[in-house]
Nanobody
C-alpha cells in the first residue's frame, strides 16, 4: 500500500511561483515513476509532468514545458513540482500519482498510475 500526500497549493498572482510537494509512504518509491496531473473545474484530468524512479528522466506536457520543473528526493520519498510564470489557465487541483512498476517511458496515461494523492488546489489570479 502506498499513500501520497500533496501540499504546497494556494493562491498566487499570474506570473508568480509555487512549489508543490508530494510525500510518499512505502518502500517502492525509488523504483516508481511519479507523475503530476491536474484537473480544472469542469475539465478532465490532464497530464502535467512525470519523472523516472532515479530522477534522470523527465517529461512535460507542452503547456507547461519551460515553466514547470519536476524533481524528486528519494531519500525523503518526496516528489516536487516547481511552477513558475503561472497563468490563470494553470489553476486546477493538482494530483501526484505513482506508477509502481513502470513498463515504458514516459508514463502519460492516468490509468497507468497505481496510486493517487488527494490533490492540492492551485488558484491563479489575473
Amino acid at each position: 500500500q502506498v499513500q501520497l500526500v500533496e501540499s504546497g497549493g494556494g493562491l498566487v498572482q499570474a506570473g508568480g511561483s509555487l512549489r508543490l510537494s508530494c510525500v510518499a509512504s512505502g518502500r517502492t518509491f525509488s523504483s516508481s515513476s511519479m507523475g503530476w496531473f491536474r484537473q480544472a473545474r469542469g475539465k478532465e484530468r490532464e497530464f502535467v509532468a512525470t519523472i523516472s524512479g532515479s530522477g534522470s528522466l523527465t517529461y512535460y506536457a507542452n503547456s507547461v514545458k519551460g515553466r514547470f520543473t519536476i524533481s524528486r528526493d528519494n531519500d525523503k520519498n518526496t516528489v516536487y513540482l516547481q511552477m513558475n510564470s503561472l497563468k490563470p489557465e494553470d489553476a486546477a487541483v493538482y494530483y501526484c500519482a505513482a506508477d509502481l512498476f513502470p513498463s515504458s517511458w514516459p508514463t502519460l496515461g492516468q490509468y497507468d498510475y497505481d496510486y493517487w494523492g488527494q490533490g492540492t488546489q492551485v488558484t491563479v489570479s489575473s
